[in-house]
């Protein structure tokens, strides 16, 4: 950073009348604003009812991890970084198969020089300025990686932190040397998240210092796969990561917010799965071939969405697959990229942010109902993982979509619920904003002003429809998306089908 650009932070930070100050992220994977309580959550809920807690936040869809830690990263949506599932197709890459977003991918992305997001991250920002960012989680290995995407090793305060890799590299033998080996990891992850709030507390809060910290749970998401929301084994271990986010309160003392930032935050939602659907079985015998070659589908399955690559970008082929989607009883929303063209009765990616040269040609949710299961949290989906009772997302259900924002510090109001729809994509741009620095132009989100402390009233949005429909033989498939829209941000609120 010039000294010119150095004297502009300044200048804004002192025009707005407050220092420069840390900002801590801490995620709870698969988090749900029902699981917010005194009761399941008492630490989480504290800091929920002194600080602002965002009512209406949305991830983005597909509701599943490493999409929304790219849209945290970079304040993008999928379509513009280009990562747009767990398990994803990017046709300029690779258009051959299905890839997982793991960390020796997006090594062997490195390797061949090919961008693993569009956009740039919080880090890359972040270091154009001198300011650090440094990651732990224990969760997976791709969403660990996006923390550190395009990172070298000359910021000895920036990086990401898990347990089967560092980058850059040399993080891994300093945490080695001064906390031992890594905890096996288990379900319940507790012991594993326990060494991590270690390590972040005395060694990225206490050694490095950098200006922007995060670090990541795992749970509830990895007990609520295995054992359904609100089974006691997936209670116990929110609240054991609750208990963490505890000692990490203490250590921070009662007068950290006085100063400093501190946002609460979760990826996703979460559905209790009603059905499993074994698509590719399914379409194989309906006639469909698996494959790459003109007129074969790859599917990238997501939990409760499916990524779909048409080979060739074969049109009839295409609108014949969504003719039998949309007779399948398990099928919800249907949409259709740009390199298919319109297809009847679909709606266009590009509408709620899906759209971009990586993107599928065809993309479809699961269908979803809001029953709540035995443990009475709402929210019921097909998946093409898992089993009947067990935990799923990754569809366009607003069980799934809703999910956790709460922020506290000497920017944000107290004991305040924000009614105004927020999202993912909203995360990076505020807190380039506290930092004093200026979002890069392509930035689909928006600094969430409304509830700093200086502005008391809620901003005006609108709630759009999108709707499609199509006759199939006797009956009409019927679809439609609810977006909020605040200026130039759209939100995903649901989207639901009809078969008449």
Known sequence: MTKIEEDMVRERIVRRGIHMSKVIMVVFDGLQPSQVSEELTPNIHGVASKGCFFEDHHCVFPSVTRANVATLM????????????????????????????SNTEFDHMNKYDHEILNAKTMYQILQEFNMSYMAIGVGTTGNAYLHHVGGGDSDSNSGTIHPEFSN????????????????????????????????????????KNPEVALIWSSEPDKSQHAYGVGHHLSNSALEHADKEFGRLLEKL?????????LMILSDHG?????EVIE???????????????????????NGGSALISVGGSDVDTADRLVSWLMKQKWCGNILAGDRIGPIDGTIPLSKIGLGGPRSPDIVFSLNWNSRANQFKFQGRSASFAGAAGQGTHGSISPH????????????????????????NIDVLPTILDILGVESPHNIN????????????????????????????????????????????????????????
């Open 74 to 101: 970079t304040g993008t949506h999928p379509g513009v970084h280009g990562l747009l599932g767990n398990n994803f197709i990017d046709v300029t890459y690779d258009p051959t198969r299905v890839i997982s977003a």
């Open 279 to 301: 698509v590719e079985k399914i379409m194989i015998n309906a006639g469909f071939r698996i494959g790459s070659g003109k007129g074969e589908l790859l599917l990238a399955l």
């Open 253 to 261: 003392g009662s007068n950290f917010m006085d100063s400093n930032t």
């Open 445 to 500: 989100g928006r600094i969430l002003k409304e509830a700093y402390k200086d502005t008391a009233n809620e901003l005006v949005f609108e709630r759009n429809l999108l709707k499609s429909e199509r006759t199939i033989e006797d009956n009409v498939f019927k679809q439609e998306i609810i977006l909020s829209q605040l200026g130039g941000s759209i939100y995903i609120d649901e989207g639901s089908v009809l078969l008449e």
């Open 270 to 274: 979460y559905s209790t799965i009603e």
């Open 168 to 207: 850059p590299s040399f993080l891994s033998e300093d945490i080695l040397v001064k906390f031992g080996p890594w905890p096996e990891e288990e379900v319940p992850n507790n012991v594993r998240f326990s060494h991590a709030m270690d390590i972040f507390i005395e060694y990225i809060l206490g050694e």
């Open 400 to 423: 799934e979509m809703n999910n956790v924002l709460i922020c506290d510090g000497p920017y944000f109001g107290k004991k305040r619920r924000i009614l105004t729809p927020s999202g």
